[in-house]
Every structure is written in C-alpha cells, then in structure tokens.
C-alpha cells in the first residue's frame, strides 16, 4: 500500500540553523505530495505541495523538491526562527484516483528551535 | 483565505455515549473528509464524502462511525457508542473539484472518552 516514511524526531535547533527533515514514499501510482505544518494547539495547515517530479513546493522559507528517481520530498529552510517550532508532517495524495484527495500521512517530526 | 470550522473544539464525552462532531466545509468544495490524530500519533484516514455519499473509508471507520451531510452546509461524524480508544483530535477537511488540489483543513475536535 501508500505509505510515507519521515525522519524521526524531535529536532532541536538553534535560531537560524538550516533545516532537513526527511521524507520518502511508496505509492502505487503517481502522487502529488505535501507537507503540513501543525502549531501548538491548533490543526494542519498546508505549508507547501509539489504535483509532479523536479516540481519545487516553497512557501514561508520552507522548500521541498519532488524526487521522483529516490522517491523523496525533503523539507528543507536556510534559517530557521523560534515561530517555526511545530509538528511536520509529509503526505501524499494519489491523483489518479477519483477520490485524489485521500491523503496518507507520515508519522510527524516534531520541531523545537531555540532561541 | 476560506477555512473549514469544526465544532465543538473539546468535546468529553462518557464511554458507551453518542458524539456527534460538526464540521462546516468550504462552501464550493465538494470533496469532504475526516481524519483523526490519537496523541503522539500519526494522522489517520476515516472516510471521504462525495455527491452524498461514502466514496472510500478505513478499515478504521467501522459500523458506529457515520457521516451525513444533513443540509447544503454541515458534515457531520457520529460515534454510535464511544469507546476509550476513540479519543483522539478529528479532524474534518474539504476540497474543491480536481485532482490533485488542496485539502483544506479544520482546527480539529479534540475528543476525550472517559
């Protein structure tokens, strides 16, 4: 089946540190792949999203670039800040299907960066 | 930007009990789901709604799960008989026509079985 395997956690940082958090896929077809970022005490919100291979998803700072030869879709940031402290999660939504937006998502990476 | 709204943001309810979990999609969307996310754990898929009815489920959403679109506005999730192991974060999610577009996300219910 689909399925998303992200770095494990916790990360800590420091402030302006540069950011990789892995992430690497399965899927039976062709996905479009996301990250999610969720903030203390509130829900998921889209950070970025790339819809097909050697796309560039940016968005806040935050890349990721679809890769489709290692399966891959790293989120990366050049400097991160306190503000950017959350839970990470990578998915991927099959297009092809008609119910596309079924996601499956990656178990999370928690983010701390300190001051 | 539009949002998704769910209702209410704590719910504690009493195991064996009824729960309802109310969510208002973006009012385009045709697409509707949820999702819930026990603490510490990954997000999971529960159902996805289209064109009044239940286009795919997990083998998570089992017979005292349901979802019903009542009016042109609401998307609702009932738990028929809460168990202990159903308190998690739900979260309700919509999207527009087309593959491959965004889902937008609520803020959750969190959902606590005593």
């Known amino acids: 089946g689909d399925s998303v395997t992200q770095m494990e956690g916790p990360v800590t940082l420091s402030e302006e540190a540069f950011l990789t958090i892995n992430c690497t896929y399965t899927a039976t077809g062709y996905p479009s792949l996301f990250w999610y970022v969720q903030y203390p005490g509130e829900g998921l919100q889209l950070l970025l999203k790339a819809t097909k291979a050697d796309d560039k998803g940016s968005n806040k700072g935050f890349e990721a670039t679809y890769r489709k030869e290692t399966t891959s879709f790293h989120l990366e940031k050049g400097s991160v800040q306190v503000s950017d402290s959350a839970v990470y999660f990578c998915a991927l939504s099959l297009t092809f299907r008609t119910n596309a937006g079924k996601s499956t998502f990656g178990d999370g990476t928690t983010l701390t960066v300190k001051p | 930007e539009p949002e998704v709204t769910q209702t209410p943001s704590h719910q504690v309810t009493q195991m064996g009990q009824e729960v309802i979990l109310r969510c208002v999609p973006i009012s385009n969307h045709l697409y509707f789901y949820w999702y819930r996310q026990i603490l510490g754990q990954k997000v999971e898929f529960l159902v996805s709604f289209y064109n009044n009815e239940i286009s795919e489920k997990s083998e998570i959403f089992d017979d005292q799960f349901s979802v019903e679109r009542p009016d042109g506005s609401n998307f609702t999730l009932k738990i028929r008989s809460t168990k202990l192991e159903d308190s998690a974060m739900y979260f309700c999610?919509?999207?527009?026509?087309?593959?491959?577009?965004?889902?937008?996300f609520g803020s959750g219910t969190q959902l606590s079985v005593l």
């Open positions: 999610a919509s999207r527009a026509q087309g593959a491959g577009e965004k889902l937008f």
